[in-house]
C-alpha cells in the first residue's frame, strides 16, 4: 500500500508542476489536453511521461478528437482556464450581496447550480483548473486568479470529467 500513497504524491507533484507552469506562462491560455504516463517499477515510482497532444479547443472537444483518432490513454490532464461562482461564505463579503433578493441570499447554493457564473456577475471568479483522470484516481488542482491552488478530490463531476472517465475506460466519449 505504501507504493499507492507514493503513486499518489508523485502523480499530485506532476499535476502541480504542470499547472504552476501554466501560471507561469499567465492567465488567458487556451486549454491543453496531456497524456500522462506513469511507469511503475518494483512498487516504485520511476518516471511520469507529460507529453501535450492538443491545445486550443474546449476540452471535451479535444478529447472526443483524440479519442475518435485512436488515442487510449492510461492517464490524462486537461488544464483549463474558465469561471466558478463564489461560495456563500466568500459572496457574503462582496457589497453586492445585500442588494440581492432575500430569497437569493437564503438558497444560495441552489441558485449557484442554475445558473453558469458568468450570469452571477460580480459573484464570479476567474479559475484555472488541473483534472488529473486515471482508473483509480480524479484529482483537480483549482486556482483562483491571483491565488494559491487548492485540491478538490471527487467533487463536481461535470460533463468533463465524465468524458475523460469514458476516454480513460475506452468507451465512446458522449455527452
Same mark, same amino acid.
Request: glycine fraction near 6%; aromatic fraction near 14%; charged fraction near 25%.
Given at each position: 500500500? *505504501?507504493?499507492m500513497m507514493d503513486?499518489?504524491?508523485a502523480i499530485r507533484?506532476?499535476?502541480?508542476d504542470l499547472e504552476e507552469r501554466a501560471d507561469e506562462i499567465g492567465w488567458d491560455q487556451p486549454p491543453i489536453l496531456i497524456d500522462v504516463r506513469v511507469n511503475l517499477e518494483d512498487g516504485d515510482v520511476m518516471n511520469i511521461e507529460t507529453d501535450p497532444i492538443a491545445f486550443g479547443e474546449h476540452p471535451i472537444d479535444m478529447m472526443k478528437g483524440c479519442f475518435d *483518432? $485512436?488515442?487510449r490513454p492510461m492517464a490524462l490532464l486537461v488544464i483549463a482556464e474558465g469561471n466558478r461562482t463564489m461560495q456563500v461564505e466568500e459572496a457574503m463579503l462582496m457589497p *453586492?450581496? *445585500?442588494?440581492l433578493p432575500e430569497l437569493v441570499r437564503k438558497n444560495w447554493r441552489d441558485v449557484m447550480m442554475q445558473f453558469p457564473p458568468t450570469a452571477m456577475e460580480p459573484f464570479c471568479v476567474e479559475v484555472r483548473t488541473a483534472l488529473y483522470v486515471d482508473a483509480g484516481h480524479?484529482?483537480?488542482l483549482i486556482r483562483d486568479r491571483g491565488g494559491q491552488p487548492?485540491?478538490?478530490d471527487g467533487e463536481d463531476s461535470g460533463q468533463i470529467v465524465e468524458v475523460?472517465?469514458?476516454?480513460?475506460? $475506452?468507451v465512446e466519449p458522449l455527452v
Open positions: 500500500m *505504501e507504493w503513486a499518489d504524491q507533484q506532476v499535476v502541480v *483518432e $485512436g488515442w *453586492e450581496w *445585500e442588494n480524479e484529482m483537480m487548492s485540491w478538490l475523460a472517465r469514458n476516454v480513460i475506460r $475506452g
